[in-house]
Structure formats: structure tokens, C-alpha cells
């Protein structure tokens, strides 16, 4: 829509400069998940922001641009002050940025990045940048969360019921989201989000994004996988060869091949075809074939598949006591899944004596899109301001709604003697600050990896 940073922002944000005490200098501020559902958050795609938004410097034609389109818009526009970025700071924005490592999982209610403006002249720019940088990271780190959570379910499950949980685990939980996403970003920044916790997904842009922001050749894998309309050209009364195609094109010794199986009658497909006419080829092909049921209940239709293939293709018993189909054949549930429905699924599975080594998930809308700024509660407030010289501590609190109440002071986030993270006054704990310098007046610090983001969250797994 626009690349001009200066008009990514709340246009009320324009009468801010106006607004200060006299002799203002300085102002902290600070982001963090006040609740919500979750009750640990991992923090994940600053990097993202601050590589796509705040490494292009404004120029004199973002300034003209804006300056017309702000006046006309009913606002001031502080001409003079986006000046002295361009003039004095070569247009990058003269801001300190300091945040936790991505892929920390933190309880909520704690500072997650503190932002302050580095020029006296400024101190209307820390709370400008809110819009953008709330945007920027509300997002990846409620989707990482949503994953990182629905990994817990499913590990969970794996753990009562599977012989090598952490070889499964991996590839559980697939990213099906891009086309339930607003936008090709939205959809990269969800699907890198999600690729913090698994290797499976058919989102290619959260590929390219871990790739050109975070260094990860190759973050994510996927297999061959037919959709509704290439199994429906075949008619239905070719339905047979149209699955029959599948093994003969993709199915090799070693390989995965996932069939989308409900696109007439769900349990003859399962039954019948897959486990009558082509089950033997099924059998002595090799690969691993993943039956997709794509519709009905979803707590009880994919189920329903484990225990049919179960009945034609047999089963082993794991020392845990549950029922292993043979590795040729395996179930997706791409439909209706959410962190909701996952465990309901999964415990109705055990219920029936089958192992979660049975089945994995797709997930789509439920992953991008079924969340937003207040599934985490994020804010980004003001706690301190600088005048002549003097920090003092600001905050609002509310009477009619305590929850919203904001912190005080310049923040640190440290780990206490418990381990856990906890926020506290700068004031005698700098040195113990969890927080890292990652932008200072344009320069990016102490950048990350993708496998550094995903080890630190693997890290937090409850075992």
C-alpha cells in the first residue's frame, strides 16, 4: 500500500509532538502480553520487523509525501522533526531497542522489549513507532504461541501413547494456513512463526521468510498431496484410478504420499478402496500413504479412519499398550482443526486404544487467522519519561478496568533465583537485564538464527 514509514502509524499519532510537558527529553516504553489465553508467551519475528521496516532510511520525497497527505487528513505534520531525522540521522530513526531472545517462552506480564527514543530533540518518535512495531510483533509471537501450545497437546499425547514421542513430534502439526491469510506477508510472518516449533507446512512464503530474515536455508518440508480437484477429475466412477494414479506417480519406497480421500463417500474410499481393491499395492509399495478425511465432525471422522484402516490393515501393540497401524498407512485431519480441537481428537483416539503415532494435523484458519491483538493481550505503554535531565516512572491505572493498569519506571527483564523471568526496575539490575540491544539509531545488534529461535523454544518444552 505504501512503503512510506512515516504514514504506517495511528494518524491521530501526528498531534503527539504537540501534546508533551515542556521540556521533555526522553521517553521508555515498553510491549508485553497482559494474559489472554496463553499463560507463557514465545516471543518470535522482531528480527522480521526490524530487517523489512527500520533498515530503509526515510528520504526528503517520504517527508513531501507525507507532510501533503497528513495536512489534507485534518492532522499536523511536525516537518521539522522528520527534518532533523533526515539531516542529522541520515533517516534512520533515532531509537534503542532492546528485547528478549526470540524464542523465549516467558510467562505473561513481563516487558518483552523496551523501546526509547535517542535523540533529546524526539521524544514524540518512541511512542510513533507503537503502531508499526505492535503490529510487527503481536502477530508472529500469538502464532508461535498458538503452535507452541498445540505441540504441548499433541506431546502430551505422544508421551502417554507413543514409543519415540521426540521422533514424531516434528512433523504433527502442518501449516495449511496460506490461503486463509489476509496477505502474502501475513502469510510468511504466520508460517515462519509456526516453523519455530514444527517442520511441517505447505506455507513456501514462512519458508522464504525464515530463510531471508532469520538464515535458515530451509526451514519447513512438505510431500505430494492431492487436493479435491485433481482426484474429482477423474469422475466418480474412476475414483479407484484416481487414487491409483497417486501411488503409481509418488509413491515410492521411503516416500510420503497424502490422498485427500473424502471427495464422495469417506468410509467406502477408506474401506473398500484403500482397504480392498488397493491395499496390497498400498502394502508393497514402500511408502507411507496419509489419508485425509476433509470434512464431517472433526473429533470423530478421523477417528473413525484410524480404526477402519485399523480393521483392513491390521496393527501392532507398542509397549505403552496402544494400537500402531503399519507404517503404510497414516491419517491428516486438515479439516476444523484448531488448539481446540486437537486434543479433543487426540483423546478420543486413546480412548479407543490407538496410539497419537496414528495420526498428525493440518492446520489453517485456526493457526493464521482465528486470533488477534487480544488473544495475548499485547500492549505497548509509556513508563518512563525524561525531563531535564531526570527520569520519573509514568503510568495509567485505571479504576474501570484494573487489568489494563500499565508499569512504571525503565524496565529490565531478569530470571530470579527460581529461574523464572520476572520484570523489574532498571534501578541495580541493569547487569542482570535479559533484555538485548537489537536496534540502536539504525544499526542492527545481536541478530539471531532460526535454529537459535527454535532451540531456545524447544528448550522450554515441558517433557
Not at 512515516?6 to 491521530?12: A, E, R
Request: net charge neutral; glycine share 10%.
Amino acid at each position: 500500500m505504501t512503503d512510506n514509514l512515516i504514514l504506517k502509524v495511528d494518524s491521530y499519532k501526528f498531534c503527539h509532538s504537540k501534546c508533551l510537558p515542556p521540556g521533555t527529553e526522553y521517553i521508555s516504553s515498553y510491549i508485553e502480553s497482559r494474559g489472554g489465553r496463553f499463560e507463557k508467551t514465545v516471543w518470535f519475528g522482531l528480527q522480521m520487523y526490524l530487517k523489512s521496516y527500520l533498515q530503509k532510511p526515510i528520504a526528503r520525497h517520504d517527508i513531501d509525501e507525507a507532510e501533503e497527505v497528513v495536512t489534507a487528513h485534518g492532522l499536523p505534520f511536525n516537518r521539522a522533526g522528520w527534518e532533523l531525522i533526515l539531516d542529522k540521522h541520515g533517516g534512520f530513526l533515532p531509537l534503542r531497542i532492546k528485547a528478549a531472545p526470540e524464542g523465549s517462552v516467558i510467562d505473561t506480564h513481563n516487558v518483552l522489549l523496551t523501546a526509547e527514543n535517542t535523540d533529546s530533540c524526539l521524544p514524540w518518535l518512541t511512542g510513533f513507532v507503537e503502531t508499526s512495531l505492535m503490529r510487527g510483533v503481536w502477530y508472529p509471537t500469538t502464532v508461535a504461541t498458538v503452535s507452541y501450545y498445540a505441540k504441548l497437546a499433541i506431546l502430551d499425547a505422544l508421551n502417554k501413547s507413543s514409543d519415540d514421542p521426540d521422533g514424531q513430534i516434528p512433523f504433527k502439526l502442518h501449516d495449511f494456513g496460506a490461503r486463509g491469510n489476509f496477505s502474502g506477508e501475513g502469510a510468511a510472518i504466520a508460517g515462519a512463526a509456526h516453523l519455530v516449533n514444527f517442520l511441517g507446512t505447505d506455507t513456501l512464503e514462512g519458508v522464504m521468510a525464515a530463510r531471508r530474515y532469520y538464515g535458515e536455508p530451509m526451514a519447513g518440508f512438505s510431500v505430494n498431496a492431492s487436493e479435491h480437484s485433481v482426484i474429482c477429475a477423474w469422475g466418480q466412477e474412476r475414483e479407484v484410478d484416481a487414487y491409483r494414479n497417486m501411488l503409481t506417480q509418488f509413491a515410492k519406497p521411503g516416500s510420503i504420499v497424502a490422498v485427500v480421500s473424502d471427495s464422495y463417500d469417506l468410509y467406502n474410499a477408506v474401506s473398500n478402496i484403500w482397504g480392498g481393491v488397493l491395499k496390497e499395492t498400498v502394502e508393497q509399495s514402500g511408502a507411507t500413504v496419509v489419508i485425509r478425511p476433509d470434512s464431517g465432525v472433526v473429533t470423530v471422522v478421523p477417528v473413525d479412519v484410524v480404526r477402519l484402516l485399523s480393521e483392513k490393515f491390521g496393527f501392532t501393540v507398542n509397549s505403552k499398550g496402544y494400537k500402531v497401524l503399519p507404517s503404510c498407512v497414516r491419517v491428516i485431519q486438515g479439516d476444523g482443526i484448531s488448539i481446540d480441537t486437537i486434543p479433543v481428537i487426540l483423546n478420543n483416539l486413546l480412548l479407543l486404544g490407538f496410539s497419537a503415532d496414528n495420526i498428525c494435523f493440518g492446520m489453517g484458519a485456526g493457526l493464521h487467522a482465528k486470533c488477534d491483538r487480544d488473544t495475548k493481550k499485547f500492549a505497548m505503554k509509556a513508563s518512563a519519561i525524561s525531563s531535564n535531565g531526570v527520569w520519573k516512572g509514568i503510568s495509567k491505572n485505571p479504576l474501570t478496568d484494573p487489568g489494563k493498569r500499565s508499569r512504571a519506571g525503565r524496565l529490565v527483564l531478569i530470571r530470579n533465583k527460581a529461574g523464572e523471568y520476572q520484570t523489574v526496575p532498571l534501578e541495580g539490575n541493569a547487569g542482570r537485564d535479559c533484555l538485548h540491544t537489537v536496534y540502536d539509531n539504525g544499526r542492527l545488534l545481536n541478530q539471531t538464527t532460526f535454529a537459535a529461535v527454535r532451540e531456545l523454544a524447544n528448550r522450554a518444552m515441558v517433557r
